[in-house]
T-cell receptor, first 113, second 117 residues
Framework: AQKVTQAQTEISVVEKEDVTLDCVYETRDTTYYLFWYKQPPSGELVFLIRRNSFDEQNEISGRYSWNFQKSTSSFNFTITASQVVDSAVYFCALSVTGNQFYFGTGTSLTVIP | DGGITQSPKYLFRKEGQNVTLSCEQNLNHDAMYWYRQDPGQGLRLIYYSQIVNDFQKGDIAEGYSVSREKKESFPLTVTSAQKNPTAFYLC????????????????FGPGTRLTVL
């Protein structure tokens, strides 16, 4: 069975602090994709990153970085120097054979000015 | 601009009525999806379609119906059989995975918020 766990339901940080959002996944498939999406108050999910199971290289995009570790089945997301515009709900998702996504329950991030 | 549109943004329904939510994409994607999101919860899959005139049930298909007569369009009907339809509905699309049968990146529309009065 596939499962994505985002144990942090809500996080609050003060602007300019760094914050890490945790994502732990479960799958027996050896080939899969992992994703992060951002859902601002407007509601639309915005795609942030996709990682395939064969690429464990960490990625950095501006203030965003992702740490993929197969040994711990984790795909954590770090925002450096957080800003108020980062306030949103963030979802981690897993895609495996069968053309379905499995979403975590999301982490609500509030950045306090 | 390429993207996914959903209409209406807000929809109010009386109990016992069927309503249809629209989803259109001009990304030339083969696959389309409908999700339901309840407050404080993740996304749950209602239906998905990989080709025209074909669709599959997701985890919570009861009380919903879909059609896929055109590649660009994937409307969702919330029927009176759906006992608790008040929720936020999101439509998404993707190309079919380049790795066999693995869903590629899904792109989402702005959503429709349905309220039953």
């Amino acid at each position: 069975a596939q499962k994505v766990t985002q144990a942090q339901t809500e996080i609050s940080v003060v602007e300019k602090e760094d914050v890490t959002l945790d994502c732990v996944y479960e799958t027996r498939d050896t080939t899969y994709y992992l994703f992060w999406y951002k859902q601002p108050p407007s509601g639309e999910l915005v795609f942030l990153i996709r990682r395939n199971s064969f690429d464990e290289q960490n990625e950095i995009s501006g203030r965003y970085s992702w740490n993929f570790q197969k040994s711990t089945s984790s795909f954590n997301f770090t925002i450096t120097a957080s800003q108020v515009v980062d306030s949103a709900v963030y979802f981690c998702a897993l895609s495996v054979t069968g053309n379905q996504f499995y979403f975590g329950t999301g982490t609500s991030l509030t950045v306090i000015p | 601009d390429g993207g996914i549109t959903q209409s209406p943004k807000y929809l109010f329904r009386k109990e016992g009525q069927n309503v249809t939510l629209s989803c259109e994409q001009n990304l030339n994607h083969d696959a389309m999806y409908w999700y339901r999101q309840d407050p404080g919860q993740g996304l749950r899959l209602i239906y998905y379609s990989q080709i025209v005139n074909d669709f599959q049930k997701g985890d919570i298909a009861e009380g919903y119906s879909v059609s896929r007569e055109k590649k660009e369009s994937f409307p969702l009907t919330v029927t009176s059989a759906q006992k608790n339809p008040t929720a936020f509905y999101l439509c998404a699309s993707s190309i079919l995975g380049q790795v066999v049968e693995i869903a590629d990146t899904q792109y989402f529309g702005p959503g429709t918020r349905l309220t039953v009065l």
